[in-house]
């Protein structure tokens, strides 16, 4: 059998100066619009009006935890040539239980995140178009109506338009939002205090008084909560390997499919000074669109985490139920009516985005899921496989928009953001880092593994994902 080699990258993978790679941007683009569309334009700014600056330490964490399990998952890919989840086909036990659990967990997660997302910029838009407070038969209307709408958009969307779009829309929001947070005046110090200083905060007692179906839970379940979905989780993470391939990086350019596992062990790698240079040039293009997406989803946690602790928290105003977005904007009012019409460009470009990528990025997570069992060499049609997403998601997520009128569980979009918050974006992202940890370990020889240091991050990132999303699940629908 033939020795892996990797091809030639190009000359900006090679040249030095990192400037020259920028135009590796792309899949984590993707990968970060559908992120801020839920947590950051929601759970950053409930966390900054609930908690001030104090907890901002804590979506710092969680976002390195995930910036570490996706680039250490993508460096696997890149340099192997099989996702992850095909190299768990080899684990002890029945074959596929692992990929098999961690895509059930996604297919559970998918029509919760469809519902939340709609039913949030659908209050938004109830809200603005009646310049009063909506029914909640209104805001569920609308975000039916978003729904259908972004299955429309999905249905013939492609990656390079949807790259492009995405690409548009977080720069939008990058520059609306800072402006808007910057123009609030933050303190800085309490800031910097907040990034770097760990603590577990309690609720004011005006927490107790107004809101007090938040105060009924203990603080640390609520940050659990925001790890789990700041940064995203599987649903997006799954499928962002398969943006991977249709970026015909690194041995993708030759085949965009490969099955090296076996339980013999795994396909030879050249070791070669050459090949090992080279995997080390395209590693770079990860390093550089899993840093840059993950930058930009910090920013945006800084600025909306900003929003919440100077305009909310300092007036007594937690997005809550189905007031989840407005709160910002009136108080925005008081600094300059032109920042509401940043804001809502902002908010509608940042939601109305994730909504219109969920599809395709879902339909990723599928694809790539369902790969390590196919049969023969013939790929799946992702074309059928995606109108399937499609219309499943749609009628399961518009079911749950309405079955929230008699189910106090799923009531809004901050209980129903709880289930795939929980389950995909923090226990199913640390049992995720533990599998990659096996997988380099099993399957790349020496020169190519990751160093220590990346190594026993992973596996402490696993641990401590694993860890909140089982007790945070068991404390909010058991205990």
Same mark, same amino acid.
């Given at each position: 059998?033939d020795l892996?080699?990797?091809?030639?990258?190009?000359?900006?993978?090679t040249?030095h100066?990192?400037?020259?790679?920028?135009?590796?941007?792309?899949?984590g683009?993707?990968?970060?619009s559908?992120?801020?569309g839920t947590?950051?334009t929601?759970?950053?700014?409930?966390?900054?009006?609930?908690?001030g600056?104090?907890?901002?330490?804590?979506?710092?964490?969680?976002?390195?935890?995930?910036?570490?399990?996706?680039?250490a998952?993508?460096?696997? #890919?890149?340099?192997?040539?099989?996702h992850?989840?095909q190299s768990?086909t080899?684990?002890?036990g029945?074959?596929g239980?692992l990929?098999i659990?961690?895509?059930?967990i996604t297919?559970i997660?998918?029509?919760?995140?469809l519902?939340?997302?709609?039913?949030s910029v659908?209050?938004i838009?109830?809200? #603005?178009?009646?310049?009063?407070e909506?029914?909640?038969?209104t805001v569920?209307?609308?975000a039916?109506?978003?729904?259908?709408?972004?299955?429309l958009?999905g249905?013939? +969307?492609?990656?390079?338009?949807?790259?492009?779009? +995405?690409?548009?829309?977080v720069?939008?929001?990058?520059?609306?939002?800072?402006?808007?947070a910057?123009?609030? +005046?933050?303190?800085?110090?309490?800031l910097f205090?907040?990034?770097?200083?760990?603590?577990?905060?309690?609720y004011?007692?005006?927490?107790?008084?107004?809101?007090?179906?938040?105060?009924?839970k203990?603080?640390?379940i609520?940050?659990?909560?925001?790890?789990?979905?700041?940064?995203?989780g599987l649903?997006?993470?799954?499928g962002y390997?398969?943006?991977?391939?249709?970026?015909?990086w690194g041995?993708?350019?030759?085949?965009?499919?490969?099955?090296h596992?076996?339980?013999?062990g795994? +396909?030879?790698?050249?070791?070669?000074?050459e090949?090992?240079?080279?995997?080390?040039?395209?590693?770079?293009?990860i390093?550089?669109?899993?840093?840059?997406?993950?930058i930009a989803?910090?920013?945006?946690?800084?600025?909306?985490?900003?929003?919440g602790?100077?305009?909310?928290?300092?007036?007594?105003?937690v997005?809550?139920?189905?007031d989840l977005?407005?709160?910002q904007?009136k108080?925005?009012?008081?600094?300059?009516?032109?920042?509401v019409?940043?804001?809502?460009?902002?908010?509608?470009?940042?939601?109305?985005?994730?909504l219109?990528?969920?599809f395709?990025?879902w339909?990723?997570?599928?694809?790539?899921g369902l790969?390590?069992?196919?049969?023969?060499?013939?790929?799946?049609s992702i074309s059928?496989l995606k109108?399937?997403?499609?219309?499943t998601?749609?009628?399961?997520?518009i079911s749950?928009?309405?079955?929230?009128?008699?189910?106090?569980?799923i009531?809004?979009?901050?209980?129903?953001v709880?289930?795939?918050?929980?389950?995909?974006?923090t226990?199913?992202?640390?049992?995720?880092?533990?599998?990659?940890?096996w997988?380099?370990?099993?399957?790349?020889?020496?020169?190519?593994r990751?160093?220590?240091?990346?190594?026993?991050?992973l596996v402490i990132?696993g641990?401590?994902?694993?860890g909140?999303?089982?007790l945070g699940?068991y404390?909010?629908?058991?205990?």
């Amino acid at each position: 059998m033939d020795l892996i080699r990797y091809p030639e990258p190009p000359k900006q993978l090679t040249d030095h100066g990192w400037w020259k790679s920028i135009g590796f941007l792309g899949p984590g683009i993707i990968i970060a619009s559908v992120s801020i569309g839920t947590g950051e334009t929601i759970f950053a700014s409930r966390g900054g009006a609930i908690f001030g600056y104090a907890i901002l330490w804590c979506f710092t964490l969680g976002l390195i935890m995930k910036a570490i399990q996706l680039y250490a998952s993508s460096r696997y #890919m890149m340099l192997s040539g099989e996702h992850p989840m095909q190299s768990w086909t080899q684990l002890p036990g029945p074959r596929g239980w692992l990929p098999i659990g961690l895509l059930f967990i996604t297919a559970i997660c998918l029509p919760f995140l469809l519902a939340a997302l709609s039913i949030s910029v659908g209050s938004i838009l109830a809200w #603005m178009y009646s310049k009063s407070e909506a029914s909640e038969i209104t805001v569920r209307t609308w975000a039916t109506g978003l729904v259908l709408v972004a299955a429309l958009f999905g249905w013939n +969307q492609n990656y390079k338009s949807l790259e492009k779009s +995405q690409t548009v829309i977080v720069a939008v929001l990058l520059i609306t939002i800072v402006i808007a947070a910057i123009a609030c +005046q933050p303190n800085v110090v309490a800031l910097f205090k907040g990034m770097f200083v760990p603590v577990l905060p309690e609720y004011k007692s005006w927490i107790t008084v107004s809101y007090p179906n938040i105060a009924v839970k203990a603080p640390w379940i609520e940050l659990v909560t925001y790890v789990g979905i700041i940064g995203g989780g599987l649903p997006a993470y799954i499928g962002y390997f398969g943006f991977l391939r249709d970026k015909q990086w690194g041995l993708f350019q030759n085949q965009s499919i490969y099955q090296h596992s076996t339980q013999s062990g795994f +396909q030879e790698i050249d070791s070669s000074e050459e090949n090992l240079r080279n995997s080390r040039n395209w590693l770079r293009a990860i390093k550089i669109d899993v840093g840059g997406s993950f930058i930009a989803i910090f920013i945006f946690s800084c600025a909306f985490m900003v929003l919440g602790a100077v305009i909310l928290h300092k007036s007594q105003m937690v997005p809550d139920q189905f007031d989840l977005l407005t709160h910002q904007e009136k108080f925005l009012t008081t600094l300059s009516p032109y920042l509401v019409i940043l804001y809502r460009v902002g908010i509608v470009a940042a939601i109305g985005g994730t909504l219109f990528a969920t599809f395709d990025v879902w339909t990723k997570s599928v694809y790539e899921g369902l790969l390590p069992f196919k049969k023969s060499d013939k790929s799946f049609s992702i074309s059928k496989l995606k109108k399937i997403i499609i219309i499943t998601t749609t009628i399961i997520g518009i079911s749950v928009i309405w079955l929230g009128l008699v189910w106090e569980t799923i009531s809004n979009p901050i209980t129903i953001v709880a289930v795939p918050a929980l389950l995909g974006g923090t226990t199913g992202c640390g049992i995720w880092c533990l599998g990659v940890a096996w997988a380099d370990r099993r399957n790349l020889p020496e020169g190519f593994r990751m160093n220590m240091t990346l190594f026993v991050a992973l596996v402490i990132s696993g641990v401590a994902l694993l860890g909140m999303g089982l007790l945070g699940f068991y404390f909010k629908f058991i205990g």
